[in-house]
Protein backbone atom coordinates (compact mmCIF):
# COMPACT_ATOMS: atom_id res chain seq x y z
CA UNK A 1 0.00 0.00 0.00
CA UNK A 2 1.20 3.39 -0.61
CA UNK A 3 0.53 6.35 1.11
CA UNK A 4 2.22 9.93 0.71
CA UNK A 5 4.96 8.56 -1.61
CA UNK A 6 5.94 5.88 0.85
CA UNK A 7 5.30 2.16 0.21
CA UNK A 8 3.78 0.32 3.32
CA UNK A 9 5.16 -2.92 3.35
CA UNK A 10 3.71 -6.07 5.41
CA UNK A 11 5.25 -8.47 7.73
CA UNK A 12 4.85 -11.04 5.38
CA UNK A 13 6.29 -8.73 1.73
CA UNK A 14 9.23 -8.26 4.02
CA UNK A 15 9.78 -11.62 5.37
CA UNK A 16 9.43 -12.95 1.95
CA UNK A 17 12.03 -10.68 0.22
CA UNK A 18 14.23 -11.48 2.67
CA UNK A 19 13.90 -15.32 2.77
CA UNK A 20 14.85 -14.95 -1.49
CA UNK A 21 17.55 -12.92 -1.00
CA UNK A 22 19.35 -14.85 2.08
CA UNK A 23 18.48 -17.95 0.39
CA UNK A 24 20.02 -16.89 -3.17
CA UNK A 25 23.12 -14.52 -2.11
CA UNK A 26 23.88 -17.23 1.36
CA UNK A 27 21.99 -19.81 1.42
CA UNK A 28 20.42 -19.55 4.44
CA UNK A 29 17.29 -18.87 5.90
CA UNK A 30 15.92 -15.12 7.03
CA UNK A 31 15.92 -16.70 10.57
CA UNK A 32 19.64 -18.45 9.90
CA UNK A 33 20.45 -14.60 8.45
CA UNK A 34 18.88 -12.47 11.51
CA UNK A 35 19.94 -14.91 14.47
CA UNK A 36 23.98 -14.82 12.42
CA UNK A 37 23.79 -10.79 12.09
CA UNK A 38 22.62 -10.36 15.55
CA UNK A 39 25.06 -12.65 17.39
CA UNK A 40 27.69 -10.84 15.22
CA UNK A 41 28.87 -13.91 13.07
CA UNK A 42 27.55 -12.91 9.34
CA UNK A 43 31.02 -12.56 8.20
CA UNK A 44 30.00 -10.36 5.87
CA UNK A 45 27.13 -8.00 6.32
CA UNK A 46 27.72 -5.37 3.79
CA UNK A 47 26.61 -8.54 1.00
CA UNK A 48 23.35 -8.22 2.61
CA UNK A 49 23.15 -4.76 3.79
CA UNK A 50 19.86 -3.93 2.07
CA UNK A 51 18.40 -7.00 3.54
CA UNK A 52 19.41 -6.34 7.00
CA UNK A 53 17.75 -2.68 6.51
CA UNK A 54 14.45 -4.31 5.94
CA UNK A 55 14.39 -6.58 8.27
CA UNK A 56 14.57 -3.33 10.78
CA UNK A 57 11.14 -2.49 9.42
CA UNK A 58 9.62 -5.30 11.59
CA UNK A 59 8.93 -5.06 15.29
CA UNK A 60 11.23 -6.26 17.43
CA UNK A 61 8.69 -9.04 19.02
CA UNK A 62 8.90 -10.20 15.06
CA UNK A 63 8.83 -14.16 15.55
CA UNK A 64 12.10 -13.54 13.13
CA UNK A 65 13.79 -11.98 15.90
CA UNK A 66 12.17 -13.90 19.07
CA UNK A 67 13.18 -17.22 17.87
CA UNK A 68 16.83 -15.40 16.97
CA UNK B 1 23.84 25.39 -18.99
CA UNK B 2 22.57 28.50 -18.32
CA UNK B 3 23.46 30.47 -15.21
CA UNK B 4 19.86 30.73 -14.28
CA UNK B 5 19.51 26.64 -14.53
CA UNK B 6 22.25 25.99 -12.12
CA UNK B 7 20.89 28.87 -9.83
CA UNK B 8 16.99 27.06 -10.16
CA UNK B 9 19.00 24.39 -9.38
CA UNK B 10 21.01 25.11 -6.72
CA UNK B 11 17.90 26.55 -4.96
CA UNK B 12 15.77 23.63 -5.26
CA UNK B 13 18.36 21.57 -3.49
CA UNK B 14 19.36 24.31 -0.37
CA UNK B 15 15.23 23.97 0.16
CA UNK B 16 15.54 19.84 0.22
CA UNK B 17 18.50 20.24 2.21
CA UNK B 18 16.78 22.46 4.66
CA UNK B 19 13.52 20.19 4.75
CA UNK B 20 15.40 16.91 5.61
CA UNK B 21 17.50 19.02 8.44
CA UNK B 22 14.55 20.46 9.48
CA UNK B 23 13.16 17.13 10.67
CA UNK B 24 9.76 16.26 11.30
CA UNK B 25 7.39 14.08 8.99
CA UNK B 26 8.40 15.43 5.44
CA UNK B 27 12.08 15.30 6.62
CA UNK B 28 12.02 11.71 4.89
CA UNK B 29 10.54 12.62 2.04
CA UNK B 30 12.44 15.53 1.35
CA UNK B 31 15.54 13.18 1.64
CA UNK B 32 14.31 10.94 -1.08
CA UNK B 33 13.68 13.73 -3.23
CA UNK B 34 16.87 14.84 -3.11
CA UNK B 35 18.93 11.63 -3.37
CA UNK B 36 16.39 11.34 -6.13
CA UNK B 37 17.10 14.87 -7.54
CA UNK B 38 21.39 14.42 -7.46
CA UNK B 39 21.18 10.68 -9.21
CA UNK B 40 18.77 11.81 -12.00
CA UNK B 41 21.15 14.92 -12.90
CA UNK B 42 24.00 12.53 -13.15
CA UNK B 43 23.95 8.62 -13.43
CA UNK B 44 20.53 7.31 -13.01
CA UNK B 45 18.93 5.69 -16.18
CA UNK B 46 15.80 6.95 -17.20
CA UNK B 47 13.76 4.42 -15.56
CA UNK B 48 15.05 4.67 -12.39
CA UNK B 49 13.65 6.22 -9.16
CA UNK B 50 14.14 5.86 -5.49
CA UNK B 51 11.26 5.01 -2.70
CA UNK B 52 11.02 5.04 0.22
CA UNK B 53 9.70 2.02 2.72
CA UNK B 54 7.81 1.76 5.59
CA UNK B 55 6.90 -1.64 7.63
CA UNK B 56 5.22 -2.95 10.91
CA UNK B 57 6.97 -0.79 13.20
CA UNK B 58 5.73 2.41 11.47
CA UNK B 59 6.24 5.36 10.43
CA UNK B 60 9.48 6.65 12.52
CA UNK B 61 11.68 4.21 10.53
CA UNK B 62 12.25 3.87 7.07
CA UNK B 63 14.14 1.99 4.06
CA UNK B 64 15.17 3.90 0.80
CA UNK B 65 15.78 1.97 -1.97
CA UNK B 66 15.62 0.57 -5.62
CA UNK B 67 11.53 1.61 -7.06
CA UNK B 68 10.20 -1.85 -6.22
CA UNK B 69 12.54 -3.13 -2.83
CA UNK B 70 15.86 -4.51 -2.30
CA UNK B 71 15.58 -6.86 -4.93
CA UNK B 72 15.52 -3.66 -7.79
CA UNK B 73 18.65 -1.66 -8.01
CA UNK B 74 18.99 1.69 -9.50
CA UNK B 75 19.39 1.34 -13.20
CA UNK B 76 22.64 3.24 -14.13
CA UNK B 77 23.23 5.17 -17.78
CA UNK B 78 25.91 2.52 -17.98
CA UNK B 79 23.74 -0.57 -18.16
CA UNK B 80 25.19 -1.67 -14.81
CA UNK B 81 23.77 -1.04 -11.15
CA UNK B 82 23.57 0.84 -7.70
CA UNK B 83 22.23 -0.99 -5.14
CA UNK B 84 21.43 1.79 -2.95
CA UNK B 85 19.89 0.98 0.71
CA UNK B 86 19.77 3.96 3.10
CA UNK B 87 17.67 3.22 6.43
CA UNK B 88 16.15 6.05 8.17
CA UNK B 89 14.62 7.23 11.42
CA UNK B 90 13.44 9.76 13.32
CA UNK B 91 14.99 10.69 16.64
CA UNK B 92 14.23 13.19 19.70
CA UNK B 93 17.08 16.04 19.66
CA UNK B 94 16.16 18.62 21.71
CA UNK B 95 12.49 18.48 22.00
CA UNK B 96 13.02 18.28 18.09
CA UNK B 97 13.13 15.12 15.39
CA UNK B 98 15.73 14.71 13.46
CA UNK B 99 16.30 12.79 10.84
CA UNK B 100 18.69 10.18 11.23
CA UNK B 101 21.10 7.58 9.08
CA UNK B 102 21.17 4.11 10.63
CA UNK B 103 22.88 2.47 7.95
CA UNK B 104 23.48 3.30 4.33
CA UNK B 105 24.87 1.07 1.81
CA UNK B 106 26.12 1.49 -2.24
CA UNK B 107 27.20 -0.97 -4.15
CA UNK B 108 27.90 -0.54 -8.08
CA UNK B 109 27.54 -3.82 -9.49
CA UNK B 110 27.08 -5.81 -13.18
CA UNK B 111 23.79 -7.54 -12.71
CA UNK B 112 20.37 -6.95 -11.43
CA UNK B 113 21.29 -10.16 -8.84
CA UNK B 114 24.74 -8.18 -7.48
CA UNK B 115 26.26 -11.45 -7.71
CA UNK B 116 29.04 -9.22 -10.10
CA UNK B 117 29.55 -6.60 -7.87
CA UNK B 118 32.53 -4.18 -8.21
CA UNK B 119 32.92 -2.04 -4.88
CA UNK B 120 30.83 -1.48 -2.10
CA UNK B 121 30.57 1.30 0.73
CA UNK B 122 28.85 0.64 3.51
CA UNK B 123 28.29 2.73 7.20
CA UNK B 124 26.35 1.32 10.04
CA UNK B 125 25.67 3.79 12.91
CA UNK B 126 25.91 0.44 15.72
CA UNK B 127 28.11 -2.11 14.21
CA UNK B 128 27.48 -6.16 15.56
CA UNK B 129 30.53 -7.08 14.19
CA UNK B 130 34.10 -6.18 14.38
CA UNK B 131 34.12 -4.55 11.10
CA UNK B 132 35.04 -0.72 11.19
CA UNK B 133 31.20 1.22 11.07
CA UNK B 134 32.66 2.80 7.51
CA UNK B 135 34.38 0.93 5.25
CA UNK B 136 34.82 -0.07 1.30
CA UNK B 137 35.13 -3.65 0.49
CA UNK B 138 36.27 -4.33 -3.54
CA UNK B 139 35.96 -7.83 -5.54
CA UNK B 140 39.08 -8.50 -7.38
CA UNK B 141 41.99 -9.80 -6.70
CA UNK B 142 45.43 -8.33 -5.36
CA UNK B 143 48.67 -8.41 -7.42
CA UNK B 144 50.54 -9.25 -4.35
CA UNK B 145 50.26 -12.68 -2.05
CA UNK B 146 49.85 -11.04 1.15
CA UNK B 147 46.50 -11.79 2.82
CA UNK B 148 46.01 -14.43 4.94
CA UNK B 149 45.65 -17.91 3.21
CA UNK B 150 41.30 -17.82 3.98
CA UNK B 151 40.74 -14.21 3.18
CA UNK B 152 39.88 -13.26 -0.39
CA UNK B 153 40.35 -8.92 -1.36
CA UNK B 154 36.68 -8.81 -1.38
CA UNK B 155 36.10 -9.45 2.35
CA UNK B 156 38.74 -7.39 3.35
CA UNK B 157 36.99 -4.40 5.17
CA UNK B 158 39.34 -1.30 4.61
CA UNK B 159 38.12 1.71 6.76
CA UNK B 160 36.84 4.97 5.67
CA UNK B 161 35.46 8.10 6.59
CA UNK B 162 31.80 8.64 5.98
CA UNK B 163 31.37 8.44 2.28
CA UNK B 164 28.80 10.40 1.11
CA UNK B 165 26.15 9.22 -1.64
CA UNK B 166 27.77 12.73 -3.87
CA UNK B 167 31.13 10.96 -3.26
CA UNK B 168 29.95 7.42 -5.02
CA UNK B 169 28.45 9.59 -7.62
CA UNK B 170 31.86 11.07 -9.00
CA UNK B 171 33.34 8.06 -8.75
CA UNK B 172 30.91 6.52 -10.43
CA UNK B 173 31.15 9.59 -13.31
CA UNK B 174 34.86 10.47 -12.74
CA UNK B 175 36.53 6.88 -12.77
CA UNK B 176 33.89 4.53 -13.96
CA UNK B 177 33.30 6.61 -16.70
CA UNK B 178 29.37 6.14 -16.14
CA UNK B 179 27.97 8.73 -19.08
CA UNK B 180 25.59 11.72 -16.64
CA UNK B 181 22.75 13.22 -18.01
CA UNK B 182 23.87 16.86 -17.59
CA UNK B 183 26.95 18.53 -17.44
CA UNK B 184 29.62 18.46 -15.05
CA UNK B 185 29.47 22.23 -14.91
CA UNK B 186 25.83 21.97 -13.86
CA UNK B 187 25.91 18.50 -11.28
CA UNK B 188 29.50 19.52 -9.99
CA UNK B 189 27.90 22.46 -8.16
CA UNK B 190 24.91 20.76 -6.77
CA UNK B 191 27.06 17.88 -5.61
CA UNK B 192 29.14 20.11 -3.70
CA UNK B 193 26.57 22.67 -1.98
CA UNK B 194 24.56 18.84 -1.23
CA UNK B 195 27.34 17.34 0.16
CA UNK B 196 29.08 19.86 2.01
CA UNK B 197 25.63 20.32 4.28
CA UNK B 198 25.57 16.45 4.68
CA UNK B 199 29.30 16.62 5.67
CA UNK B 200 28.30 19.00 8.64
CA UNK B 201 25.86 17.09 10.18
CA UNK B 202 27.15 13.59 9.37
CA UNK B 203 27.63 11.06 12.42
CA UNK B 204 31.56 10.10 12.11
CA UNK B 205 32.25 6.75 12.95
CA UNK B 206 35.51 5.49 14.53
CA UNK B 207 37.79 3.39 12.25
CA UNK B 208 36.80 0.27 14.55
CA UNK B 209 35.34 -0.95 17.55
CA UNK B 210 35.96 0.24 20.90
CA UNK B 211 36.59 -2.78 22.86
Known sequence: ?68 | MSLPERDTLLAEVRSLTEAYKAGGPPAADAFRELTHLLLRLTVLAPEGGVRLFSGPRGRPEFVLGGWRGHHDPLPLTDGRYLRLTVRLYVAPVEELSRLKVASSSYQYQLDREGDRWVFRYDYLRNPPDPHPSAHVQLRGNLVEDCLPDDTSLERVHFPTARVSLEAVIRLLADQFGIPCHTEPELWRPVLAETERAFLEIAHRPLGGPER
Not at chain 1, 17 to 29: D, Q
Not at chain 1, 49 to 63: I, N, Q, T, Y
Open chain 1, 1 to 68: MEENGIVELTRDEIVEMIERGAKHRLNMSARQLVEAYRSGRLENPGAVADLLAFASLLLESDPLFVAA
